[in-house]
């Protein structure tokens, strides 16, 4: 089942901006993803649990949260 995840992301350059892509890109179940730094917002649809896409997203460094 698709589902649309928003998540708080702190990125204040470009670099954390390729580093989401990084991640995000290799995930399973992710159909796409808009990483937006203006707003500190990146949302996810796809197949996939809130809770891991918070993991993986953890996982760059980057102060997350729902």
Do not use: H, W
Not at 19 to 39: F, Q, T
């Amino acid at each position: 089942m698709s589902q649309t995840i928003v998540l708080k992301v702190a990125m204040s350059c470009q670099g954390c901006v390729g580093a989401m892509n990084r991640v995000l890109g290799k995930m399973e179940g992710v159909e796409s993803y808009d990483i937006n730094i203006d707003e500190q917002k990146v949302t996810v649809k796809g197949n996939v649990q809130p809770e891991a896409v918070f993991q993986t997203i953890s996982k760059t460094g980057k102060k997350t949260s729902f």
